[in-house]
């Protein structure tokens, strides 16, 4: 059988074609979810294995708007529940790219053991960065990433606000301790702290990281 997927998209994303497409051929049935569709009611999540919520300029990607997508989440009780009520399950995943790992991590609270994340805020260098890194696929109880492990991959990155803020240094040591799924590297396979290589200033280079039980993944 293909598990449902729900691929979420905000105002503005246009990143939701290719990642119904890469589902769709990773084994799932993937479906168009508008958050327009949940806070209407039109839609729920409780038929849903997984669901990923997309990038690419929500809300025209002012400053901040995957955490005024998560907004709309937080402060509507009705659609709150339908999250709340998702990340309890055992039985389901959740992936955040661009603006949606934002917007994933400032949910953080609706889900199980992701307490450590971070926010993402401006990168250092003050401007937009889109460049081709490389990253390292790091030992983690991501489901998506876990059998990954070890495996250094060149990548896009376009990003204004991808800069990894936590709010204590015990948070960064529990990240870094397991929990961080996805690594910028340099040319030498060393894990990158310094730009460009590392390009959004991140600290121990971040990309990507994994709540406790490996069912949400953010990068």
């Known amino acids: 059988r293909r598990p449902k997927g729900a691929i979420l998209r905000e105002q503005g994303v246009n990143s939701h074609r290719e990642m119904a497409a890469a589902f769709h051929r990773a ?23 997984g669901l990923v919520a997309c990038g ?19 402060y509507n ?24 790992c934002q917007m994933l991590a400032a949910l953080k609270e609706l889900i199980p053991g992701a307490g450590h994340w971070p926010r993402f805020v401006r990168n250092r260098s003050d401007q937009f960065e889109a460049r081709f890194s490389m990253v390292r696929i790091d030992p983690s109880p991501s489901i998506l990433l876990a059998t990954m492990a070890g ?4 990548i896009v990155t376009s990003h204004g606000e991808g800069l990894a803020e936590f709010a204590s240094k015990g948070d960064l040591r529990t990240a870094s301790q397991g929990l961080t799924s996805l690594t910028y590297i340099d040319n030498h396979g060393e894990t990158a702290k310094r730009y460009p290589a590392n390009p959004n200033g991140s600290p121990l280079g971040i990309a990507g990281l994994s709540n406790e039980d490996g069912r949400v993944t953010i990068m």
């Open 27 to 49: 084994g799932f049935d993937p479906y168009d979810v508008h958050m327009s569709d949940l806070l209407s009611g039109r839609a729920a999540l409780d038929h849903y294995r």
């Open 56 to 74: 690419g300029f929500s809300y025209g990607d002012v400053l901040g708007a995957g955490e005024g997508w998560a907004k709309s989440i937080l």
């Open 77 to 100: 009780e009705s659609v709150r529940d339908l999250f709340n009520e998702f990340f309890a399950r055992d039985d389901v995943f959740a992936l955040g790219v661009c603006n949606g």
């Open 151 to 154: 495996s250094r991959l060149p």
